[in-house]
T-cell receptor, first 113, second 115 residues
Framework: DTGVSQDPRHKITKRGQNVTFRCDPISEHNRLYWYRQTLGQGPEFLTYFQNEAQLEKSRLLSDRFSAERPKGSFSTLEIQRTEQGDSAMYLC???????????FGQGTRLTVV | AQTVTQSQPEMSVQEAETVTLSCTYDTSENNYYLFWYKQPPSRQMILVIRQEAYKQQNATENRFSVNFQKAAKSFSLKISDSQLGDTAMYFCAFMKPDYGQNFVFGPGTRLSVLP
């Protein structure tokens, strides 16, 4: 396993379109996180899964944002009716155990035009 | 809510010199973890060092060490013998077990190592 992978790396979409991003965590990791990072800022927590259960989603930015992890492996983050303010880097991370470091993917850069 | 502050938006250091990056945080918790992450240009974030709040001994990892002052809620990162490959954004992060297991990040410090 080479680490957390995210697909696509870059996405350009028109305002109002829906987009979906995929994250494949490190295989044995049971925790998966989604973050958003805007230019020059630190990552901002969005949501978190333990196995297939979404344990925290109150930080999702609006009801246009949703995430799934149907079989406790890969996860998807969907943004409906995209807005220009959604343009950012979307980072996925995974970890194992109660308290361990998070391993990050390279992110998906979204540009809404 | 926990917050993390990094007061130095940008710093530079000469190759082979030592640099210290500052981080302060605000929490009422007693049990938590602190991390420094490095994000090189156009590359993914990687862990530099971590510190458990219940440990008094400062963590070290090769050229990287921290000065953890729990009472002052301060967690600085010292990079010794700076190398060109250390050029990156550095993020300080706080994590409390059972707090949604999420990491709260500071705004970052952009470090440039000059030849």
């Amino acid at each position: 396993d080479t680490g957390v992978s995210q697909d696509p790396r870059h996405k350009i979409t028109k305002r109002g379109q829906n987009v979906t991003f995929r994250c494949d965590p490190i295989s044995e990791h049971n925790r998966l996180y989604w973050y958003r990072q805007t230019l020059g800022q630190g990552p901002e927590f969005l949501t978190y899964f333990q196995n297939e259960a979404q344990l925290e989603k109150s930080r999702l930015l609006s009801d246009r944002f949703s995430a799934e992890r149907p079989k406790g492996s890969f996860s998807t983050l969907e943004i409906q009716r995209t807005e220009q303010g959604d343009s950012a880097m979307y980072l996925c991370a995974s970890s194992l155990g109660t308290v361990t470091e998070a391993f990050f993917g390279q992110g998906t850069r979204l540009t809404v035009v | 809510a926990q917050t993390v502050t990094q007061s130095q938006p940008e710093m530079s250091v000469q190759e082979a010199e030592t640099v210290t990056l500052s981080c302060t945080y605000d929490t009422s918790e007693n049990n938590y973890y602190l991390f420094w992450y490095k994000q090189p240009p156009s590359r993914q974030m990687i862990l530099v060092i971590r510190q458990e709040a219940y440990k008094q001994q400062n963590a070290t990892e090769n050229r990287f060490s921290v000065n953890f002052q729990k009472a002052a809620k301060s967690f600085s990162l010292k990079i010794s013998d700076s190398q060109l490959g250390d050029t990156a954004m550095y993020f300080c992060a706080f994590m409390k077990p059972d707090y949604g297991q999420n990491f709260v990040f500071g705004p970052g410090t952009r470090l440039s190592v000059l030849p």
